[in-house]
């Protein structure tokens, strides 16, 4: 879940855990009234220990609703028991989503080991909140596992600790301080532990990434591919060769400037205004409409390769023959005023309701040494023949320079170890095909146009087609 899903859905289960609670709290009292009655109960519960309770139990709902009740049961019997995975998967997609849901699994559970010390004096040894957090994100992380609403994962289980923990540490340094009646730096350096601990090690990250030639590759596995219980059949001619090719960098990659520069070609388009709000929806920045535009549009920006698509979400239509030609004649001189449309274009009328330009790459890239732009272009419009839809695919590479990459074989030692991506896991005895093997290229984090060696084939039978990609450039 990006930021945006993650405040949805704490107002959602905030709302649904108010009213809960006032019911939760009426059943404590008829529980607590049966105790002290039927069961002649000796022990009271003060004000403080009844706010508390109530607190304790509207946090819990409003975690089980974004951990467990708010998603569909798509994880079956999935654990994961690897340390970490969660930074390697943000690392590899250098994501601050994946950053960020790291810190919110923390801060998740902080409420918890903040209310609980004030439960009781019993409540404030560390040993007893220790125990009481790890048992309780226990039970989530297993209440996922049995409905299928999650993954079991240790890292979780870390995350959801250390937050726990902090919180112990805050209302602690608060207790104590004011029982003395004065600040006590040693509870008070205790609060900061978790967070520079935390701080470092992002600092840490942050620094060998900037400091790294080249990004990071997504396609690079969190954990191994268990090759054990496979048999693979290659049937591809593989090389010992050590090779030069072209690398290549995209020219608009994180360019915010260029994102707002095409915002306002598009409003000359439509002849419309855009908010002077930019939403990010994770690594893309979303214009919207103004406030009290005629009609609802949307323009959405993709930060990792300029490329961007624009709707007014209506339903599009057949272009009327008649206006045609004035169409295509608007959007081409549209596109080459604003320098959108690269020279080595070939143009098409798509399914009788799209206007198509391919942007044609040069044959053998890995040898190419010049700028070059790849992709298309694809404009759709309504019925009342305004624009509905652009779909700008069109990426612009320029020309950095040679780098060696590792040669076929050292490639396909790689899959043999089970360093590449597989979403559908291996089975016991499954026969791998392998039938190909072509080296393409992809973009990094940092929008470099990098080589990669894709294998391809299929899983015991032709029709279960199976393709991994192995990263090509020498370490």
């Not at 080249?214 to 591919?225: A, D, R």
């Not at 219980?229 to 690398?247: A, C, G, P, R």
């Not at 000359?268 to 103004?290: A, E, P």
Request: aromatic share 14%; with cysteine.
């Amino acid at each position: 879940m990006d930021i945006i899903t993650i405040f949805t859905q704490l107002v959602k289960w905030g709302l649904i855990a108010i009213i809960d609670v006032i019911g939760l709290s009426i059943l404590y009292y008829i529980a607590f009234f049966i105790y002290k009655k039927v069961f002649q109960g000796k022990r009271n519960l003060t004000k403080k220990q009844w706010i508390v309770l109530v607190l304790i139990s509207g946090w819990l709902i409003v975690v089980l609703g974004l951990t467990t009740f708010s998603r569909g049961a798509n994880f079956t019997g999935s654990i994961n028991i690897s340390f970490f995975t969660s930074y390697i998967n943000a690392w590899n997609q250098w994501s601050l989503k994946e950053f960020q849901l790291i810190i919110f699994n923390m801060l998740m559970f902080t409420p918890l080991g903040f209310l609980l010390p004030l439960l009781s004096k019993k409540e404030e040894k560390f040993s007893i909140v220790c125990l009481t957090s790890f048992l309780v994100t226990l039970g989530i992380e297993t209440i996922q596992l049995i409905t299928g609403t999650g993954i079991f994962e240790f890292d979780d289980l870390i995350h959801n600790f250390l937050g726990s923990i902090f919180g112990y540490f805050i209302i602690m340094a608060i207790i104590n301080c004011v029982k003395l009646k004065r600040l006590k730096i040693k509870e008070i350096l205790k609060v900061f532990i978790i967070p520079f601990i935390i701080g470092v090690v992002f600092f840490t990250i942050l620094l060998v990434y900037n400091n790294q030639k080249y990004g990071n590759v997504p396609i690079l596995p969190v954990t191994k591919v268990d090759m054990s219980i496979v048999k693979i059949e290659n049937k591809v001619n593989l090389s010992d060769e050590s090779i030069e090719v072209s690398i290549y960098k995209n020219k608009y990659t994180k360019d915010i400037e260029n994102a707002r520069a095409i915002s306002k070609k598009v409003e000359k388009l439509i002849n419309g205004r855009f908010s002077k709000t930019i939403r990010t929806d994770g690594n893309n920045k979303v214009f919207i409409s103004k406030k009290g535009s005629l009609e609802n549009f949307q323009l959405t920006y993709l930060m990792n390769d300029g490329t961007w698509s624009y709707t007014n979400w209506e339903d599009f239509a057949e272009i009327d023959e008649n206006k045609l030609s004035a169409n295509k004649e608007k959007i081409e001189s549209w596109l080459k005023d604003n320098k959108l449309l690269p020279n080595n274009t070939e143009y098409s009328l798509q399914n009788n309701d799209t206007l198509r330009y391919d942007v044609m790459s040069p044959v053998n890239i890995s040898d190419n040494e010049d700028d070059y732009s790849f992709g298309s272009i694809m404009i759709k419009f309504d019925d009342e023949n305004r624009i509905n839809n652009i779909f700008y695919n069109v990426n612009y590479n320029e020309f950095i320079g040679k780098e060696e990459i590792i040669s076929s074989k050292l490639a396909y030692n790689e899959i043999l170890k089970g360093n590449f991506s597989q979403y559908v896991l291996f089975s016991q005895e499954d026969k791998l095909v392998i039938e190909k093997c072509e080296l393409d290229y992809i973009y990094d984090t940092k929008g470099y146009y990098q080589p990669v060696y894709t294998f391809s084939g299929y899983i015991n039978e032709e029709d279960i087609e199976w393709r991994c990609q192995i990263p090509a450039l020498k370490k």
